[in-house]
Every structure is written in C-alpha cells, then in structure tokens.
C-alpha cells in the first residue's frame, strides 16, 4: 500500500528537520570559527568576491577562456588556505563541513528520484509504530515459531493428525501467505482453543509484511468495535477524522482481528463486522481473524452472510493442541 498523503507528510517533515539541524549546527560552527580565526573570514569573502566578479564577466562578455578555467583553481587554493587555517587552530579539517545523520542522500531522503536505504527504513519504522505491534513483533515472530512445543504423541480426532504435525502444515500456509503477498491477496481465519498460538502466528506473519514495508493494523475485536463505535457516534470528531480513521483500517494491506467473540454482541458490532469483512474482500485487501469460537458458536453469535463470508472466502485453519502459555508457565517453575 502507498503511503497516504498526511503519512509521507509526517514522514517527510522528519528529513525537513534533519536538514534545519544541520543548517543549524553550520551556521553555530561557522560562527565559532569567526570568532577564533578572523582571517578565515576573510577567505571566504574572497570566493565570494571571485564568483561575484566571475559572473559580471561572464554577463558582460568581456571574460576569457582561460579566467573561466582559472577560476575553479583559485577558490581550490584558498579552500586549502582555509583547512590550513582550520588545523592550525585546532579544528578537525572538516570541522565545516555539513553534519549528515544519512550522508548518502543528504537528509532530504531522496537519491535522484529513488528514495535512500535510510528513508525505506523509515518507512517500514513508521509502519511498526502504526500497526499497534513495534515491541512484541521483536520477541513474535518466524525465528522463534517452537514446533516442539506442540504434542506429538497422539492424533487430533478433528484433523486426523498430531498438533504438531497439523501446526507444521498451518505454518506452511502461513508463510505461503506472505510469499504470494500481495500479488495473490488471501485472507486466512485461525481458530482454536485459547493459548494454541493464533495470536503468535498472526505476529509472525505480521512482522514478514512490515519488513517489506505493508501496512499492517493490528486490533483486538475489543478495540476494533470501540473505535468504529467512536467514530461513528462522536459528535466532537470532524468528518475527515472519521473517514480518515475507517480507511485506516479497510484499506491497510493487512488487518489483523484478534480473539473474534470478546466484543458485546450487539446488532452494530455485527453490522460493523460485515461490513468490515465484506469491504475489504471488495477492494483485496487480505484480512486474518483469530478466535477461540468453535464453527457453531461462530453461526450462532453472528449473522448468516458473515458466517457465508468466513467459511467460503477465508483459509480455515484449525490449531490444535495443549495451552501453550501454560506449559511454559509450568516449565519456567
């Protein structure tokens, strides 16, 4: 997904300081050689004037050839005067020249019209801090996705085989999503008893697309429904703060809905749900859902067409085994 406006604003308003804070620290540096070494002053002075008297020449015609080759030859030898100037009083030799936090691109971002390593980075920084997920994606993620962890001594009558071998398949199909992402969009639904996973899966997968510089949202069914109740029934919020905060979450490139069922059940958490689900499977935007809801709770506690929605556009995918969370809790005593 490209960047909104106001998010290569604030992107962009970073670099603008870098460059007034290198501004800045010349003009403190300059300032502070002028007041040490007078002369050094008197130096630039002198390629100013040059290049003031270089240009009268060249608009009136009347310089030669070899002034014009000349020039560049003077303002070489008094720039050496300078460094020399600069050293014997005590000064690094480059104490003058700009400071850059990126010298590749000079803090404005941009090389040519490619965008430097350093403001690729930035981006996919300012998506971290975006997608609700910067700290837990460090310790959540495929390096430290534990197979073992999952039984391997009898067989899941609901899938026909062991937790670990089912969790060994499902993690194909996770990372099969982020490979064809986002030329084959999918939308994948995990479900299963609490502490099997889901939510480190869905980390997991989250911390691959932000790498490559997706957005991500990451939101509780809790949080989903508070702010699309915010938004819709806050009457201090401007229309362009409430359209701007829906398309945050229906046009991101990933929206992640964890533990489905934990909101109050209401006719609008429900039609919010729908509409959710329904407009982004419209625009291809891939959606993953995590819940602890079994197929018939999910038919019971929502609508029919949301349900039709789940079972017949999504990836189901079924994690079985002990509760996680709860084993390391017993190993670590």
């Known amino acids: 997904m490209v960047l909104t406006n106001s998010q290569y604003e604030q992107l962009m308003s970073r670099y603008y300081e870098r460059q007034l804070r290198t501004k800045h620290i010349a003009r403190a540096r300059e300032q502070e050689v002028y007041a040490a070494v007078p002369e050094f002053a008197a130096l630039d002075r002198r390629i100013g004037q040059l290049s003031i008297d270089y240009a009268r020449e060249r608009l009136s015609h009347s310089g030669t050839a070899d002034e014009e080759q000349n020039l560049p030859q003077q303002i070489q030898r008094i720039s050496e005067e300078k460094e020399e100037l600069l050293v014997r009083h005590g000064f690094p030799p480059d104490y003058l020249q700009p400071v850059y936090i990126c010298p590749d691109c000079q803090d404005t971002g941009y090389i040519g019209d490619r965008k430097c390593h350093c403001f690729e980075r930035a981006i996919v920084d300012f998506l971290y801090s975006q997608s609700n997920l910067q700290d837990i994606l460090e310790r959540e993620n495929f390096e ?41 969009p999918a939308n994948l639904l995990l479900y299963g008893n609490t502490g099997v996973g889901k939510t480190f899966l869905t980390n997991c997968i989250a911390r691959e697309l932000l790498e490559q510089s997706h957005t991500v949202v990451y939101l509780t069914s809790l949080k989903l429904f508070d702010i699309l109740e915010t938004y819709k029934f806050d009457r201090d919020l401007s229309h362009t703060e409430k359209n701007a905060a829906v398309s945050y979450i229906l046009d991101s490139d990933l929206l992640i809905i964890d533990d489905l069922g934990t909101e109050l059940n209401n006719s609008f958490t429900s039609s919010q749900l729908y509409h959710c689900i329904d407009a982004r499977l419209n625009h291809r935007r ?33 994690l079985t085994g002990d509760d996680i969370r709860l084993r390391k809790a017993i190993a670590q005593q």
Request: a negative charge.
């Open 144 to 184: 430290y996705f534990d197979l073992s962890l999952y039984p391997d001594d009898y067989i899941e009558e609901t899938t026909g085989q062991t937790p670990r071998d089912n969790m060994r398949n499902i993690l194909q199909t996770a990372m099969e999503f982020v490979r064809c992402f986002p030329e084959e």
């Open 286 to 318: 891939a959606t993953i859902i995590s819940t602890n809801l079994s197929f018939d709770d999910l038919r019971e506690r929502y609508s029919e067409r949301i349900f039709s929605r789940l079972t017949s556009s999504y990836i189901l995918l079924k």
